[in-house]
């Protein structure tokens, strides 16, 4: 049988590339050698979200005393909370089932053969016969200098997510977003938190205005922070982990259940057929890809993690829909970019376009304004308010067009997203004044500082 597209990979750049093509009205293969859903349903996105709702539910609870509310928490049963990670995850998966049903969905491991021909390795071998093939199988993750993976004490995500309960204690090798988040919600649940960064600051995407906030909030939610320090293996102690956190000042020794390595990926373009068809990597592995995400080969393309970063499921799905689009023929392709970035700690960010650091190291001739949530009417009604939130734009000075923005607060996770049009369509600041926004509500951040970027300041303080 042949097939006008055999797509490697149901993760988010997989499954969308397959419900797009679908729609073009190709025929479709989709071979996936675990879970449909990928990374995302399975280990990422959906579970992290899962397991961050319930911890930031006990933090809101635990504030409502301060309001003359009072609740206990009787305790949390570790194993129960995970099954609402492990519901969320199974109707995610069912979810994306439902949305191929069109498609022929292959279980097993596939590899290139040649430009048209698909092995597959599972429990039935076979080979398809492809016009196309999309080239969608992510990454991996990648452990650190002398931890080794065991599945049980030192463990990834992918780990993680399956455990029948949640430990007592647990060190995070890794300070990006899905070692804050993790250790933010695991905090709020009661449970010891060692979070471990080898930089000299937590959250290296974003600028220090806000990483430093996010520092203090996880550290008030219990957090023990370790900065400008290496973790490293001493050796199992009983059922425990001991660990070396070697800072600038002398080492510090942790006893914990488990080390969750959360510190990189690494990206599935070995061992898929590619060098024996003459698809190129950069130097990290990562697939070349042009704007159509074609590959050196025309008629192999590649979308999602695979191609490099941002690793990000929307960046994915983006990347899915381009591919299959241009399968059929699209003459210009949808943008891969701005992609917004989310941040899913208490409080939240959303970022998008350049942070300040990126525009000073580009040299451009920029200013940066500012917004407090504290003059913020929507989130001085919250009961969870995030009063040191602030929303940052960075704009070109002799242009004033936005190059990038940041917010930090209630809704961040939301709002962002007006930035996003903005940036995307290169509104203008006055063209952007003209919208009016819902009051009271978080994304009055945007009109806020919009209006203070035209030089009319609504309700911003007079000196930021
Ligand atoms: C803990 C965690 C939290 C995250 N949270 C977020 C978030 O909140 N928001 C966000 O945007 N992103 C988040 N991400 C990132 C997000 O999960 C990825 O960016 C996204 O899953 C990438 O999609 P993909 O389709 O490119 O790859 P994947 O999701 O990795 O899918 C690749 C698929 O290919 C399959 N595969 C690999 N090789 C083969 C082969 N040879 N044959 C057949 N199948 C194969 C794999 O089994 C997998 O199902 C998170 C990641 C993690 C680890």
Not at 119 to 140: D, H, M, P, W
Not at 171 to 183: N, P, R, T
Request: net charge neutral; proline share 5%.
């Amino acid at each position: 049988m042949r097939y006008d597209v055999v797509i490697l990979g149901g993760g988010p750049a997989g499954y969308v590339a397959a419900v797009t093509a679908l729609q073009e009205g190709l025929k479709v293969a989709l071979v996936e050698r675990k879970y449909l859903g990928g990374e995302c349903s399975n280990w990422g996105c959906i579970p992290s979200k899962a397991l961050i709702e319930l911890g930031n539910a006990v933090g809101l609870a635990k504030s409502l005393n301060k309001y003359g509310v009072s609740l206990s928490i009787g305790g949390v049963d570790r194993s129960k909370v995970l099954k609402h990670v492990s519901r969320a995850v199974i109707k995610a998966r069912e979810g994306v089932k439902y949305l191929l049903s069109d498609a022929e969905i292959i279980q097993g491991y596939g590899k290139i053969k040649d430009p048209h021909k698909v092995k597959i390795e599972g429990e039935i071998s076979r080979e398809l016969e492809a016009t196309n093939i999309i080239v969608a199988t992510g990454t991996e993750p990648r452990s650190v200098p002398t931890f080794s993976f065991d599945g049980e004490r030192i463990i990834h995500n992918r780990h993680f997510f399956e455990l029948d309960s949640l430990p007592n204690t647990i060190l995070i090798v890794g300070a990006g977003a899905i070692g804050c988040e993790i250790s933010e919600a695991l905090a709020q649940l009661g449970i010891e938190v060692h979070l471990v960064e080898i930089m000299d600051k937590i959250l290296p995407e974003v600028d220090r205005d806000l990483s430093d906030l996010i520092h203090k909030y996880l550290l008030r939610s219990g957090v023990k922070i370790y900065t400008s320090s290496q973790a490293q293996f001493g050796g199992y102690v009983n059922n425990e982990v001991l660990v070396r956190i070697v800072s600038k000042g002398g080492t510090t020794e942790v006893k914990v259940e488990k080390v969750l390595i959360a510190a990189g990926r690494s990206y599935n373009t070995s061992n898929i057929g590619l060098e024996g068809v003459g698809v190129e990597l950069d130097n990290k592995g990562a697939v070349i890809v042009n704007d159509f995400m074609r590959t050196t080969v025309p008629n192999i393309y590649a979308a999602g993690d695979v191609t490099g970063p941002p690793l990000l499921a929307h960046k994915a799905f983006r990347e899915g829909v381009i591919a299959a689009e241009s399968i059929t023929g699209v003459k210009e392709p949808l943008p891969r970019g701005p992609v917004p970035m989310v941040i899913y700690t208490h409080p939240e960010i959303g970022f998008v376009g350049l942070n300040e650091a990126q525009a000073f190291r580009a040299g451009v001739d920029y200013k940066v304004l500012k917004f407090p949530y504290v003059a913020l009417g929507r989130d001085s009604t919250s009961v969870r308010p995030t009063p040191e939130g602030f929303a940052k734009l960075i704009i070109e000075k002799n242009t004033s067009k936005i190059l990038g923005a940041a917010v930090i607060g209630n809704g961040a996770a939301d709002l962002i997203h007006l930035f996003t049009v903005a940036i995307s369509h290169r509104l203008s600041i006055d063209e952007l004044r003209k919208t009016i926004i819902s009051h009271p509500t978080y994304s009055e951040v945007f009109s806020e500082i919009i209006s203070e970027a035209s030089g009319k300041p609504l309700h911003a303080p007079k000196h930021v």
